[in-house]
């Protein structure tokens, strides 16, 4: 494991931070709207995190709850008050501050309660929406002890009779309901979207095992029975972590993605032991990083923490020299979650990629990041952007 240490902008690398050390992480990202603090009000947020008894599970939770709560009440009166825009937006606050109750993963049972008040108060504002999501279950052949149904927000643009379609899926934090800005970006160019969660994550019915894209692939054939739906224009999007899957599909379905995006995932060298401990504690992860990757694999100890990722390497899977469906990979040039090593590794297999390195860190989050993969996305659909 690397030597603990803090960088010049005082973030701190290779250790846990500890409260006061958090705090600071946090209004730092709460200044740039960074994921995970882009969720809470820019004023208010401030108190918030000054406010913060502990890191731990219990004392988080029950923070962020008790603010949710409030807000989801406030919520609750505007919308038998008929004011229905200010509970559209109360309902949304209240999301944010209840996943910020859960993050980075419910691994206790008060985060988990959060999740659910996180899940069930975006449907309450999603609902409101010009364009309001549609919650589909599709059936899903699950293997014992997996689950049997998957759940996507189905979201269509206005005015336009069979839309493209944009399937995307965020990492081991980020769920479905933190898609919602790139399926505002996509759906004001006529595409529609289904947002699900990562294999492991959220409402995902199997863990982050090997061949967890069974899962991608049921969504895909059930956009092929839709008669409202244009399955032959398909495109994917995975976030940080799911922008593996996105390059597994590409890889393994080249003919059936009109385009797939690798927005800061892995490929084979992110998985190795060297950078598995080195990627501990990152400096652009708040806490608890390495459990909350521990429950989207299923994994319960070390052991089989390095063993369950090792065996996600595409290289050792024997893909990477196929042929890929088109595909964008994105990242910050200083990425300490993922190897950029692994950028560089799919370029040099298969067919040539389309490549965007922006400045910065996990994600290269700028406010050129998302503007330049929904602009690309939309090129492979045959949509002007």
């Not at 069930?120 to 999603?126: C, G, I, P, S």
């Not at 899903?140 to 689950?147: S, T």
């Not at 643009?157 to 965020?170: F, H, I």
Request: glycine residues 10%.
């Amino acid at each position: 494991m690397q030597d603990a240490q803090q960088t010049p902008d005082g973030d701190v690398q290779g250790r846990p931070k500890t409260l006061a050390e958090a705090r600071v992480w946090m209004k730092t990202r709460l200044r740039s709207r960074t994921h995970p603090m882009n969720a809470l009000d820019p004023h208010e947020g401030i108190d918030l995190i000054d406010r913060l008894p502990g890191l731990d599970g219990a004392q988080w939770a029950a923070h962020w709850r008790e603010a949710g709560d409030a807000c989801s009440a406030s919520a609750e009166k505007a919308e038998q008050a008929g004011a229905l825009d200010e509970a559209c937006k109360l309902f949304m606050k209240a999301s944010g501050l209840y996943f910020m109750g859960r993050f980075p993963c419910p691994d206790h049972p008060a985060k988990l309660r959060c999740a659910e008040l996180e899940r069930e108060t975006y449907l309450r504002a999603a609902r409101l929406w010009t364009l309001p999501v549609q919650v589909v279950r599709i059936p899903f052949a699950g293997r014992e002890g997996e689950g049997d149904s998957i759940t996507a927000l189905l979201r269509k643009p206005a005015n336009v009779e069979r839309p493209p379609v944009v399937v995307m899926w965020g990492g081991v934090d980020a769920w479905k309901e933190q898609m919602t800005q790139a399926c505002d970006a996509l759906l004001a160019l006529g595409i529609a979207t289904v947002a699900m969660d990562n294999a492991g994550t959220g409402e995902s019915p199997v863990k982050g095992v090997q061949d967890a894209e069974r899962q991608f692939t049921t969504v895909f054939d059930w956009i092929d029975t839709q008669s409202d739906l244009d399955g032959e224009r398909l495109a994917c999007l995975g976030r940080s972590f799911g922008g593996y899957w996105a390059t597994k599909l590409a890889l393994l379905y080249p003919d059936r993605l009109r385009g797939a995006v690798n927005w800061g995932g892995g490929a084979h060298y992110m998985f190795q032991p060297e950078w598995i401990g080195a990627s501990r504690y990152p400096d652009s992860y708040l806490m608890g990083l390495v459990e909350t990757r521990c429950r989207m694999l299923g994994a319960r100890n070390d052991e089989e923490y390095l063993a369950f990722f090792k065996r996600l390497s595409l290289l050792d899977q024997g893909l990477l020299d196929r042929r890929s469906a088109p595909l964008l990979l994105v990242n910050g040039r200083e990425d300490k979650q993922c190897p950029i090593a692994d950028l560089h590794l799919l370029t040099e297999h298969g067919n040539p990629k389309h490549v965007r390195l922006f400045p910065g860190g996990h994600m290269g989050l700028t406010p050129q990041t998302l503007p330049t993969i929904v602009a690309w996305l939309a090129g492979q659909l045959g949509v002007p952007a």
